[in-house]
């Protein structure tokens, strides 16, 4: 496996982690298939994808205390990332408030540690900002818990440039993690001086990737694959209610529909270098940067074994080209 530095002093992970929020996303315990999860985590670690991502939120703790069971007695092979500051109000409807009180990020560890069954969190997300208590109050309580011994670096969440450059002046941030995909390129984008999007391909200081690059800090791309759609298996709305994607604008009949023409470029490059879309997808990913490391979630070993060769897919000029052809999404993220 093609490996990554997490930030400028982290460990050497994969180029490709594997995100665990899939495995607890049905609200019942009866819709989760545990076994074939842990099954599938321990498959990432064999191939080389050690960098392995969850959340306190999660199936509020489940999934926290799956990746736990998975990675017992392989401690060592792992790189755990898990998130504070999303506080789940109702797990059937997955409703959830924002917290990032001391108070509640130190309480917060404490429990995630005793869920993962481990002494110390390598990466700890703020998964949110929090509207309500300033950054620098959340972010000084979360240097505190590395001082503490409880959590190696940090990282933020879909997070401004502007917000980074805060943290960033209080401890180090070690990982940036925001969704990018072939349909959600947002982190590639600078901003100007007055916040408004400007339009860029390139990995200046100003978009959130580049800023990583800047800082040495490594940007982790959540839903590199659409949320399943630019693998090229989703071609028509149908979809269990406990799938989030249920509800989301580019899923409805109409736009999906619209938005296959993407796969269609996708397919036209996996085609010409004996790919899947899926491969050529997270191919894509890794090429934006050195410091990009790409988390496809699933629950499947056979998904992880296919997600794994496309580290070793090189993309040429040519391929890069078609893809920067990708016309824009139809609908929006949520």
Same mark, same amino acid.
């Given at each position: 496996m093609l490996t990554r530095t997490l930030g400028t002093t982290g460990p050497q992970v994969g180029a490709l982690g594997l995100g665990c929020m899939g495995m607890s996303r049905a609200a019942r315990a009866s819709a989760r298939d545990d076994d074939?999860?842990?099954?599938? +985590?321990? !498959?990432? =670690?064999?191939?080389?994808?050690? #960098?392995v991502d969850t959340a306190d939120c999660y199936g509020d703790g489940h999934n926290e205390e799956l990746v736990g069971r998975a990675i017992a007695g392989r401690r060592s092979e792992v790189v755990i990332a898990t998130k504070v500051g999303l506080v789940v109000d109702d797990p059937q409807t997955k409703q959830v408030h924002r917290d990032g009180s001391p108070e509640h990020v130190e309480a917060a560890v404490d429990a995630s540690l005793r869920r993962l069954g481990i002494d110390t969190i390598d990466l700890c997300y703020l998964h949110r900002i929090d509207?309500?208590?300033? =950054?620098?109050?959340?972010?000084?309580?979360?240097?505190? =818990? @590395? !001082?503490?011994?409880? @959590?190696?670096?940090?990282?933020?969440?879909?997070?401004? @440039? $502007?917000?980074?450059? *805060?943290? *960033?002046? +209080?401890?180090?941030?070690? $990982? +940036? *993690?925001?969704? #990018?995909?072939l349909w959600t390129k947002a982190p590639l984008v600078r901003t100007s001086s007055a916040g408004t999007l400007s339009g860029s391909n390139g990995h200046s200081g100003d978009s959130v990737v580049g800023w990583c690059a800047a800082q040495g800090a490594a940007f982790v791309a959540s839903a590199p694959l659409g949320q399943g759609f630019l693998s090229g298996t989703v071609s028509v709305p149908h979809f269990d209610t406990s799938d989030l994607r249920a509800t989301m604008p580019r899923f409805q009949r109409g736009a999906l529909m619209a938005n296959l023409r993407i796969v269609d470029v996708i397919r036209a490059v996996a085609d010409r270098v004996a790919a899947t879309p899926a491969q050529i997808a997270l191919a894509w990913v890794l090429a934006q940067g050195d410091h990009v490391i790409a988390i496809p979630g699933t629950k499947n070993p056979r998904y992880v074994r296919e997600n794994a060769a496309a580290a070793r897919i090189a993309l040429c000029e040519d391929d890069l080209t078609m893809l920067a052809e990708v016309p824009d999404p139809v609908g929006g993220r949520y």
């Open positions: 074939r999860s842990a099954e599938t +985590i321990r !498959t990432a =670690l064999d191939l080389g994808m050690t #960098l509207p309500a208590v300033p =950054l620098a109050e959340t972010w000084a309580a979360m240097a505190a =818990l @590395v !001082t503490a011994g409880k @959590v190696r670096r940090l990282g933020l969440s879909e997070v401004t @440039v $502007a917000e980074a450059d *805060q943290a *960033q002046h +209080i401890h180090p941030v070690t $990982a +940036i *993690q925001s969704e #990018l995909s």
